[in-house]
């Protein structure tokens, strides 16, 4: 953040340290302004505002330096101040509302802050005002409505990226604050490992990463980007309550009462000159919106910053959460419960599985120093630790894992001459695991990586590559190399980007896919030991366009082929002793498999500065290859077509919008008979909120029309679902 | 021009989103042949309770031999949701005449060997026109009112059909 916020230098460089205060507001109604973002030449930090506006920066290094101001919405501002030692400077900013932001900065696609329009691959965004605006409760929900992003039951979907594998093996890397949180063993994502008020903003990046960030990047990389910790004492309270919507045909009723959720989240923090601290507890607790659907939800979250010197910074966050919840698995079908004559009861459950619940726990540790040698050189040291722990009580077994996965990287940032970036480092992951059905097993990763970025003249070029040992339970290590190579080309007149990137990625399997033995359902699940890493090639082309002041575009045409997909098959093994067929699912490297396709957003202002309309749309083209006796055939559960349309209305301190999302039916399913009942989905949410100094309320719809659909096999999608949210903020 | 872009594109999300959707699908909607009603649990439900069915037999069973000539099969049976005081249900019959449609009890541990003491009729569909008569069912596609009590307090055993009855 600190090489994107602060300019070039202009002072001698100084002993002693001055201090910066001030306030941020809006220049036109001169409201404060929370949570800009402040920060100084040869500050090793940057600093939030409060909910008063005010900031403190510190340790700020005597002579003449330039502070600047971001917030989304607004654009930059800036100021050169002289400091002499020991001084106290008062800098106040008024900051010009802008409907169009064009320079958001990044820090996840290339390990390191940028602009957002010199970045080569594609990057989403979902700020916390947008997160506020929605009031979503829970991370996938703020990912969920991101450009090119679809949520199947919890597991993500870049481009069509993963599928659905019941959150086994991630097709995306889920970084906190830039650290790997993939689970250790099954390499899916626990989307509640942090409350949602703890995010501050969201960025995901689409396509190959694996160039920086290795296995698991293959579809790209959700870095959720925590809240800074302001300076002084503060407290932040937020409380939801909400109910679901009953059926709405009444042979579908499955309970005599209405089900409700609700939740509390409480934050205190104290930032002073060289120590702050944040500390988050909260529950939630859900009825659920069909049978057997109930979960509580608890959390702590604690985070600390150290500024030992003005070039030095050590971040460490540590958070910790338990869900206990009844697990509604499939719906019912006719003969599987009190049907009541229809062939399926999508609120109700298979009475076979009644009484299954699981308990997942999970905690992630992390530590991260940060420390700027000059103006050209800076470097990075984090280490990680990652556990979670699930039992899922079902009949007839009781099926447990419990994975760890210890991470470490070391990274450098140097400017060797100007217009030239060079990122360099190693990682390293241990991960194990001890499970009754993934077994007892360990994986070892080893990478280094390093990435270059040249200027040459308006246009900036990039190339880079990362190469990773991978080792199973100590056995020989397999190499993957991932290169890549951008290019971002600058029109004519600043408001045109072009951008190229083609690079390879991987994915080494998850050590549950390598492993996994179990049943499911009528499938025995047998391991594939010999599993090897899927790979795949991406070309993306982007552009993005300015339009005047009302019309913003960012477009893509993406191309990936894949080889040795990892995908789960279905065979049919026959006893010759006894003739008897079974049915078995195994993960198998498939042999090629391409998905393209293009992706598009337009963020429009069409009548008024109040009104912000944008249109997100993917079109995505599947294709497994023919191999063996399989027919090529699209990949399961990718849609055609995935389009969100959203309009927000804000005047003063009201706001109302709505969302809109069309998802087209899967050209394919897998696993389960393609005859049982599937549309597409077309959801509506719609919301309101009103904010007033350090009080907002918001209330969503979410799925107002209460359209019935399921995007999992046999799984219902949340039903409407009207949820009130109050944060007061001192 | 923009306003009217605007107000087709809502008029557009609202048509697309306001039709659709999951609806009900009646076991007994067309396409399917077979017997369909609710039965109505009265007494007490055994502890020994393994499963309660519903099955049709062309004629009626009057010796040990015909016990097990029923539809459907063995393989595909349903068992009765016994969780409230009443059940909807269909059963998947070949078209044809049936004589008799009963809800046997099966007693836990139930085998082919110990059928005659772990099986008990239960209740059974009765001739509209004479109550203490079997009802016939003829099934040519979906036959639904097919509608009778189960009572847990007036169970008997399959030789009490039979000829000579149990001894």
Redesign the interface.
Known sequence: MLTSLAVAPIGAEAQQTAVVRGTVRDAATGQALEDARVGAQGSAHTVATDAAGRYTLTGIAAGQVVVRVQRFGYRAAADTLTLAPGDSVAADFALRPSALHMEPVVVTAGKRSQLLDQVVTSVALVQDSELARRAVNTVDEAVDKAPGVQFLNGQVNIRGSTGYVQGLGARVLLLVDGVPANQGDRGGINWDMLPVDQVERVEIVKGAGSALYGSAALGGVVNLITRDIPTGLHARVRTTGGYYANPP?T??RFRDYIGAQEGLDVTGSYGGDAVRASLTAGGRHSDGYREQDRSDYWEVVGKGEWLPSATSHLHLIGSWASNQYQAPLLWCE??Q????????Q?FMID?SQAGAHTRSDKGLFAATLEHTVSPRESWLARGSWLRTDFTDFRSPTTDFGVANRYGAEMRGLVRPTAGRVVTVGAEGALSDVTSNIFHDHGQDEFAAYAESEQRLGSARMTAGARVDYIAVDGGGLSAVVSPRVGLVLPGAGGTLFWRVSAGRGFRAPSLAEQFVETALGPFTVAPNPSLGPETAWSLEVGNAAQFGTMVRTDAALFWTEASDLIEPTIQLTVDPATGATTQQIQFQNLQRARLAGLDVALYAF??TPHLS?SLAYTLLYTREFAHDTVPAQPLAFRPRHLLT?AADYAWGGFNLGAD?R?TSRFERVELYPPTD?Q??P???DLRAGYQRDALSVRLLVANA?N????LAPQT?APVRTVTMTLTWTY | MRRRAFAALLALVLNVACNGGLEPIPVCAKGFVGICGTVTFQGTEPDSTQAVYIVAYHTFPHSRDSLFTFQPSLLLLQKLPLDSSAAFYAVSLPAGRYEWVVAVWVKQGFTLENADSTLRETGYYRDPADASQPGVVNVSAQTEGIDFVIDFGRMHRPCSYYTPPCP
């Open positions: 045909d042979i579908w006719h003969g419960c009190d049907d009541r004559g229809q062939s399926y999508p009475r069409p009548f309309t349309l809109f069309y009942p549309v597409a077309k959801v509506l029309l359209y019935l659909y399921n219902l």
